[in-house]
C-alpha cells in the first residue's frame, strides 16, 4: 500500500464548477501537507502549506485537513479554464532525516471545461 | 526574478552514456533535492543535500550521481548504470534544511530521453 494515495483522475468539469480534490495518507506522523500545481511539462508549484489539522483559504482556493481520518482535501470555488492541470498533494513529518521527506501522490489530472 | 533554472530542457542520450543535467538557484536556499517523476508515479527522491559539500541518497539514487561544491548549484549525474533513465527530472530548493518542513520550489524540469 502507498504511503499516499491520490485519484489521478482525468477529472473534467465546466467553468465555475466546484472542485474537490483528495489525497489519503496512511502515516499517522504526517503534520505538514501541501498542494502544488503542474501544468504540462512544468515544474510544480506551490499552492497552499498547512500544518496540522483544520482549514486554509486563499482566494477560490480552501485546503482541508482531517488527521483523524488521515484526509485532505483542496477545493477550487468558480474553477477557470486556467485551472486546467495537475494537482498533486504532498506531505511529511517533517524534520532533518531522510526519514523525513515529503512524499508525494501521483497527482489527480484536471480538466476546466469553458 | 529569484528562482531555479534547470538545463538543459530537453536531452537525448544514447545508452552507454552519462550525462549530466543542471541546476542553479539564485533564491538563497539551504536545501537543494533532485526528483524523478514517471507518467501515474508521485515525485520519487533521487538525492538531497541541506548544505554546501553534503549530500544524502534519496530513495532511487541508484545509478546517479551528484555533487554540492557551491550553494547556488546541485547538478545530478544519470550515469550508464542507471537502468531505465528516460524520465522527466525535476530540481527544487527550500530555503529551510530540514527537509520535510520545507516548501520546495521547483525549477522547470528536464526531460532525458533514452535512444
Known amino acids: 500500500q502507498k504511503e499516499v494515495e491520490q485519484d489521478p483522475g482525468p477529472l473534467s468539469v465546466p467553468e465555475g464548477a466546484i472542485v474537490s480534490l483528495n489525497c489519503t495518507y496512511s502515516?499517522?506522523?504526517?503534520?505538514?501537507f501541501m498542494w502544488y500545481r503542474q501544468y504540462s511539462r512544468k515544474g510544480p508549484e506551490l499552492l497552499m502549506y498547512t500544518y496540522s489539522s483544520g482549514n486554509k483559504e486563499d482566494g477560490r482556493f480552501t485546503a482541508q485537513v482531517d488527521k483523524s481520518s488521515k484526509y485532505i482535501s483542496l477545493f477550487i470555488r468558480d474553477s477557470q479554464p486556467s485551472d486546467s492541470a495537475t494537482y498533486l498533494c504532498?506531505?511529511?513529518?517533517?524534520?532533518?532525516?531522510?526519514?523525513?521527506?515529503?512524499?508525494f501522490g501521483s497527482g489527480t489530472r484536471l480538466s476546466i471545461r469553458p | 526574478d529569484g528562482g531555479i533554472t534547470q538545463s538543459p530542457k530537453y536531452l537525448f542520450r544514447k545508452e552507454g552514456q552519462n550525462v549530466t543535467l543542471s541546476c542553479e538557484q539564485n533564491?538563497?536556499?539551504?536545501?537543494m533535492y533532485w526528483y524523478r517523476q514517471d507518467p501515474g508515479q508521485g515525485l520519487r527522491l533521487i538525492y538531497y543535500?541541506?548544505?554546501?559539500?553534503?549530500?544524502q541518497k534519496g530513495d532511487i539514487a541508484e545509478g546517479y550521481s551528484v555533487s554540492r561544491e557551491k550553494k547556488e548549484s546541485f547538478p545530478l549525474t544519470v550515469t550508464s548504470a542507471q537502468k531505465n533513465p528516460t524520465a522527466f527530472y525535476l530540481c527544487?530548493?527550500?530555503?529551510?534544511?530540514?527537509?520535510?518542513?520545507?516548501?520546495?520550489?521547483f525549477g522547470e524540469g528536464s526531460r532525458l530521453t533514452v535512444l
Open positions: 502515516n499517522s506522523a504526517f503534520q505538514y
Open positions: 533564491l538563497n536556499h539551504d536545501a
Open positions: 527544487a530548493s527550500s530555503l529551510r534544511k530540514g527537509i520535510g518542513t520545507g516548501e520546495l520550489f
Open positions: 543535500s541541506q548544505i554546501v559539500n553534503d549530500f
Open positions: 504532498a506531505m511529511s513529518a517533517g524534520g532533518y532525516s531522510s526519514a523525513s521527506k515529503i512524499i
